[in-house]
């Protein structure tokens, strides 16, 4: 059992920069990989980043690259999604997940195998 807790999430402006956090608490085989998804009002959930715990290799969906890090702090059990140049059209839900393996199909990033989510927390850019 793993238990994910998102924080930092809030209201900015568009080309602004949040910062997210997720705690998880549990077995480390069961969060080998961390990921970031979200899922906007009316649209289907999908990947942001993903990173392996273990090699520190790290994912990211296509339209995020360049704009997006994902980190660990392995001491705090934490791991970040640094959030740069926002756009309106990424307000949305953001969820951490965790896992067995990092699955990734050259240009987004896929949820096989990340059993384990946080409840989710919000992210509203305004134009």
């Known amino acids: 059992q793993v238990h994910l807790m998102e924080s930092g999430g809030g209201s900015v402006q568009a080309g602004g920069s949040l910062r997210l956090s997720c705690t998880y608490l549990?077995?480390?085989?069961?969060?080998?990989?961390m990921g970031w998804f979200r899922q906007a009002p009316v649209k289907e959930r999908e990947g942001v980043a993903s990173l392996d715990t273990e090699t520190s290799k790290s994912y990211y969906t296509d339209s995020v690259k360049g704009r997006f890090t994902i980190s660990q702090d392995s001491a705090k059990n934490t791991v970040y999604l640094q959030l740069n140049s926002l756009k309106p059209e990424e307000t949305a839900m953001y969820y951490c997940?965790?896992?067995?393996?990092?699955?990734?199909?050259?240009?987004?990033?896929?949820?096989?195998?990340?059993?384990?989510w946080g409840k989710g927390i919000l992210v509203t850019i305004s134009s």
């Open positions: 997940a965790a896992g067995t393996a990092c699955y990734y199909d050259g240009s987004q990033v896929i949820s096989d195998a990340l059993y384990y």
């Open positions: 549990g077995a480390t085989y069961n969060s080998k990989c």
